[in-house]
Nanobody
Framework: QVQLVESGGGLVQAGGSLRLSCAAS????????MGWFRQAPGKEREFVTG????????YYRDFAKGRFTISRDNAKNTVYLQMNSLKAEDTAVYYC???????????????????WGQGTQVTVSS
């Protein structure tokens, strides 16, 4: 069982930056592929980026490439999302999620993730 807690959201002006953190409980963090998703009001939850178990592989949606960076620190049981050049359309609740221990591929589908945090609100003012 993995419990995830996000932090770092807030209100920022367009063009600004935020760094989200997701702290995981338990001793198996390094065994889980991690992902960041977001959900805007009235829209479906969408994949933003994911990172492999060792941190050596990543996968970004096109809108995140060049602006967002995912990283993880397995010693601290934490995954990060650095977001730069934020736009109004980045406004959403951001969730971190973990795949099961036997799953080692980064996938962009919410149904493939077994554990979810409660989310953190990111609001970008234009």
């Amino acid at each position: 069982q993995v419990q995830l807690v996000e932090s770092g959201g807030g209100l920022v002006q367009a063009g600004g930056s935020l760094r989200l953190s997701c702290a995981a409980s338990g001793r198996t963090f390094s065994s889980h592929v991690m992902g960041w998703f977001r959900q805007a009001p009235g829209k479906e939850r969408e994949f933003v980026t994911g990172i492999g178990r060792s941190g050596s592989s990543t996968y970004y949606r096109d809108f995140a490439k060049g602006r967002f960076t995912i990283s993880r620190d397995n010693a601290k049981n934490t995954v990060y999302l650095q977001m730069n050049s934020l736009k109004a359309e980045d406004t959403a609740v951001y969730y971190c999620a973990a795949r099961g221990r036997d799953d080692f591929i980064i996938l962009p589908f919410p149904r493939e993730y077994d554990y979810w945090g409660q989310g953190t609100q990111v609001t970008v003012s234009s």
